[in-house]
Nanobody, 116 residues
Framework: QVQPVESGGGLVQPGGSLRLSCAAS????????MSWFRQAPGKERDLVAT????????TYADSVKGRFTISRDNAENTMYLQMNSLKPEDTSVYYC?????????WGKGTLVTVSS
């Protein structure tokens, strides 16, 4: 069964950094467009960043541009989200999402809490 697995969440102070990882097994990782979503309590799940299968193109939500960087290592079947200058409003569960020609898989999420 395909199940992307997120890791790297935790508690961080405002202005701090975290690096999230998403390890995806059971699929041909290099063919999938990969994304990070996040969902804060009581709010909808929002797209944070996307990276194409070859890593050549990345897109970001306006709220994270200049602070977050999405990347991937196709040899390791892993995607990353480097988060810098974190703000309390970045507090959310962060989800990994993989998509290829109608196939789509969600991870179970990792919690990021930004608080002093």
């Amino acid at each position: 069964q395909v199940q992307p697995v997120e890791s790297g969440g935790g508690l961080v102070q405002p202005g701090g950094s975290l690096r999230l990882s998403c390890a995806a097994s059971g699929l041909t990782f290099k063919m999938y467009t990969m994304s990070w979503f996040r969902q804060a309590p009581g709010k909808e799940r929002d797209l944070v960043a996307t990276i194409t299968d070859d890593g050549a193109t990345t897109t970001y939500a306006d709220s994270v541009k200049g602070r977050f960087t999405i990347s991937r290592d196709n040899a390791e079947n892993t995607m990353y989200l480097q988060m810098n200058s974190l703000k309390p409003e970045d507090t959310s569960v962060y989800y990994c999402f993989s998509a290829f020609r109608g196939l789509a898989y969600w991870g179970k999420g990792t919690l990021v809490t930004v608080s002093s």
